[in-house]
């Protein structure tokens, strides 16, 4: 028997190669040890019973099939050797049929993809113009007025935006609900989160109305909620909301600036500084995006599985932490299960295609992630961990080695992409964001937190 290869698909081999019936029979000693250490055999210490003694316990058979597993993960490595075929996820075993002479293995071999690489050189990416305008500056400063703004009542009839001092009762059957009955309760109209169609009942209102609605009762009354009641409110007072005026005397008492134009200008340059890190960021993902989005490639199904279980798994670590389930996060996150999976595919396939550049970029750029600078980023993360000790202790366990790596990778590639190309604004003028891209990445996701993910990711797989 030999090695025969098949492609199956683009990115797939299917894989045969025997195991003779010599190298079974060599292999059954250690597959009787091990067979041993799981069984009590009497007259023998645990893991001490010879080949004919466990073969009789467990039978040939079993002793036969755990020889050819222990062969398995050797024989296949020395194959895909020795035929230079790099898998890109764990092989499949497909099948193992007896013949003359031993078996015959079968294996799904993925491949990963191969990209022709865009052009990354010489490129304008279009970017949202981090320039503050006044505009933004006033609404900057409506938002501090109207902190600090007061409620004062009105006689007139109740508009939008205004505050409202409601009584409310509600009955379903005829029967009171009476977790649903406030006094005083002081409801801004407009603010949608109250009961349904309530802001529609309560505009035009004036002190002392009362107006009925027939509405759902909501989820915040809890054992309550669900099915329709019929809500009666009572209007206590109209109230508007009264802003400070704004001058140099309020800005010295209220803020910790002496002038309105202190303000001003210190609310620019905080609003500008978080523009720039928006629209470093904008840039960065567009640069990948755009080069991602010119990538012609079908991705193997079982890669793009093997990504949704690593992004499964690290949800699940991270939910396990706050000792929440995956229905409590898709009830927060309000997604059916069928949406969840398909984001989750969505992103897995995103993600491919992003490495698929990173890595042919990297080719292209010779970049190489250096033994020293693994060490250097490990060595942080685990002083950054609040438990060096745990935080390495997983690390081993799951080869973080490799997660580390693809994110340095990533981040020195992203370097590369991003300098060779302009941000411009929509009128095509350049930009200057050579300050803060460095602090941004493409697709970016806190390092730590990613790698952390991977390593769990892993630790899920061999559980």
């Not at 995103?350 to 550049?357: D, E, F, G, K, Y």
């Amino acid at each position: 028997m030999t090695v025969t290869i098949t492609e199956s698909a683009p990115f797939e081999r299917i894989v045969r190669f025997p195991l003779t019936d010599d190298q079974i029979n060599a292999a059954k000693r250690g597959a009787a040890r091990k067979l041993a250490g799981e069984l009590k055999v009497s007259g023998f210490r645990r893991g001490r019973a010879p080949l004919p003694v466990v073969e009789a316990t467990v039978g040939a058979d079993r002793v036969r099939r755990e020889a050819i597993d222990l062969l398995l993960p050797a024989a296949l490595r020395d194959v895909l050797e020795g035929e230079k075929i790099s898998p890109a996820i764990a092989p499949e075993l497909t099948s193992l049929d007896d013949v003359d002479g031993g078996v015959e293995v079968e294996v799904t071999v993925t491949l990963w993809p191969e990209i022709d690489l865009p052009n990354y050189r010489d490129r304008t990416i279009e970017v949202t113009n981090p320039a503050v305008s006044e505009e933004r500056l006033d609404t900057e400063i409506a938002a501090i007025l109207e902190e600090h703004g007061t409620v004062a009542e009105v006689e007139r009839a109740a508009a939008a935006d205004d505050y409202v001092s409601i009584n409310v009762e509600a009955t379903r059957g005829g029967d009171p609900v009476e977790v649903a009955k406030v006094e005083d309760l002081l409801y801004e109209l407009g603010a949608g989160d109250y009961i349904e169609g309530i802001d529609a009942a309560l505009e035009g209102a004036e002190a002392g109305d009362e107006v009925e609605l027939v509405a759902p009762l909501p989820e915040w009354l809890e054992d309550e909620s669900g099915g329709e009641a019929l809500f009666k409110v009572k209007v206590n007072e109209v109230k508007e909301l009264v802003l400070p005026d704004l001058d140099d005397e309020w800005v010295d008492e209220n803020t910790e600036f002496e002038t309105v134009d202190e303000l001003r200008e210190a609310l620019r340059e905080a609003v500008a500084s978080a523009r720039l890190h928006a629209v470093a960021r904008e840039y960065g993902d567009k640069a990948l995006a755009t080069l991602r989005d010119q990538v012609e490639v079908e991705l193997p199904e079982a890669l793009v599985r093997s990504e949704m279980d690593n992004r499964l798994h690290g949800l699940m670590h991270r939910l396990d932490e706050a000792e929440a389930t995956l229905d409590d996060y898709l009830r927060a996150a309000e997604i059916a299960p069928d949406d969840f999976i398909a984001a989750l595919e969505h992103q897995a396939r995103r993600a491919l295609r992003n490495q698929l550049v990173l890595e042919a970029v990297a080719e292209a750029e010779e970049i190489e992630v250096t033994k020293q600078e693994v060490a250097e980023a490990v060595s942080d993360m685990a002083a950054d961990s609040g438990d060096a000790v745990a935080f390495m202790k997983r690390y081993r366990e799951t080869d973080g080695q490799v997660a580390v790596t693809r994110v340095i990778l990533r981040d020195k590639v992203m370097g590369a992409i991003l300098s060779n190309a302009q941000p411009v604004d929509e009128d095509g003028n350049p930009l200057d964001l050579s300050l803060h891209v460095a602090e941004v990445g493409a697709d970016v996701v806190d390092a730590e937190s990613e790698i952390e993910a991977a390593m769990a990711a892993e630790m899920g797989d061999e559980q």
